[in-house]
């Protein structure tokens, strides 16, 4: 059944038919009587909507805007222009690891942040460019913390380079994005920008990853893949210090790279002594450990501090007070 809330069906109803919502409301609840209450309200509006010869499929193809995204529908398009690319991370979930990529978009009516999870479409995302209009194909909304979400499965799709035009963008006037914080300051659920010291570093853990997806090898088996050729990818632990606190951080594969870039040679000790005492800048996301009781921070980019950024912007803070 396609995937519609209700008012959206009640909607094409009126359209097609010119009944008002009374009419239509009454004819929903003769059904729901007649089913036994065994039927949701959308269930019941689906089956009036065909009775009344209204076609659906339609409306499930139907070009949305930001604005109109109501959590629980399915198989939409919408057009906009990417504002920020948050990257692509990798999670551990019952033994498997998977990777999942978000970007925010925008259009005339306002943002929407994009999550991808298809193994394919992440190959799409690694290739597309902040300022550039994409096309999201046959994606879901989800609710998340009272923010709506587009998510791409592996029923969806990405467009990259859409030759359409996109007016002024609509911001909304909550956006999350990864927001300077202190480490003292960090709560579970926060995408956050970190700057501070390495202090303690631990050796790297290798797990056996598909080539195609990273998700954990078993027997030489991917869940997805099947029988694949396994790479080892590495997993990083180190403690990041910033004055105010101190938190463990997570780090995967080209984000270990960026700290040890041969993580497989064996010469760790050499690495960690060039390491530690190094300045960084961290975007990522603040976890909750459930077995130790402790807020953990999972590295989406590391980079080099930026001192001379930094300093760039001071002074413009310090203009503009003066």
């Known amino acids: 059944m396609i995937n519609l809330n209700y008012q959206d069906i009640v909607n094409k109803i009126k359209e097609v038919k010119g009944l008002s919502d009374e009419e239509i409301r009454t004819k929903v609840n003769d059904k729901i009587f007649q089913l036994g209450d065994l039927i949701s309200e959308s269930g019941a509006a689906h089956i009036v909507a065909n009775e009344l010869g209204v076609r659906l499929y339609d409306l499930k193809k139907k070009r949305f805007k930001i604005k109109d995204l109501v959590a629980g529908i399915s198989s939409i398009d919408i057009v906009g222009k990417i504002l920020n690319i948050y990257g692509i991370r990798e999670f551990t979930r019952n033994e498997t690891v998977g990777r999942v990529g978000s970007m925010l978009i925008g259009d005339e009516t306002g943002t929407v942040r994009v999550v991808v999870w298809d ?38 799709g990405l467009e990259l380079n859409v030759d359409e035009e996109i007016g002024e963008v609509k911001f909304s006037s909550v956006i999350r994005k990864n927001e300077p914080k202190k480490i003292s300051e960090l709560k579970e659920g926060d995408f956050a920008s970190l700057n501070g010291y390495i202090v303690q570093l631990f050796e790297p853990r290798f797990y056996d990853a598909c080539p195609d997806c990273n998700r954990k090898v078993v027997d030489s088996r991917c869940e997805q893949h099947g029988e694949v050729e396994s790479q080892k990818n590495a997993i990083l632990n180190f403690y990041l210090d910033d004055g105010s606190g101190n938190v463990r951080v997570v780090a995967f594969r080209d984000n270990v790279k960026k700290l040890i870039p041969d993580p497989e040679n064996g010469n760790f000790e050499e690495y960690k002594q060039n390491i530690i005492g190094n300045l960084i800048s961290i975007d990522g996301k603040a976890n909750k450990n459930q077995m130790f009781d402790r807020i953990e921070f999972v590295a989406n980019n590391i980079q080099e501090f930026d001192i001379d950024a930094k300093i760039e912007e001071l002074m413009k803070q310090t203009e503009k007070g003066s």
Request: glycine content about 8%.
């Open 119 to 156: 193994t394919n479409q992440l190959k799409m995302m690694e290739k597309a460019e902040e300022g550039s209009v994409i096309r999201v194909k046959n994606a879901y909304v989800k609710e998340n913390n009272n923010f709506k979400e587009l998510h791409v499965g592996n029923k969806g």
